[in-house]
Nanobody, 115 residues
């Protein structure tokens, strides 16, 4: 079973930055598209950014120009650089394969944007 471990969240002021990391166990990582998702309290989980095995990227309109997704296949890792954070970015952030997930989810990492 694939294991996903997200880290890097925290409390940051509006306009600040965070870099999230996700480590993925298993041999399928390098050929898998990956995505970052987030879930705010009382809301459904939403897709934030995706990266293909060829490193093509795509972003939700709400984060375009502020977030950057990247991957390191040698480390089985995917990252999300988040700049100019806004209070509406507050959520638990998760990574998973995209478009089809690995069948399980990690614990996520909490991002709170508040002054």
């Amino acid at each position: 079973q694939v294991r996903l471990v997200e880290s890097g969240g925290g409390l940051v002021q509006p306009g600040g930055s965070l870099r999230l990391s996700c480590l993925v166990s298993g041999s399928m990582f390098s050929i898998s598209g990956m995505g970052w998702f987030r879930q705010a309290p009382g809301k459904q989980r939403e897709l934030v950014a995706t990266i293909t095995s060829l490193r093509d990227t795509n972003y939700a309109d709400s984060v375009k120009g502020r977030f950057t997704i990247s991957r390191d296949n040698a480390k089985n890792a995917v990252y999300l650089q988040m700049n100019n954070l806004k209070p509406e970015d507050t959520a638990v952030y998760y990574c998973n394969a995209y478009p089809s997930d690995f069948g399980s989810w990690g614990q996520g990492t909490q991002v709170t944007v508040s002054s």
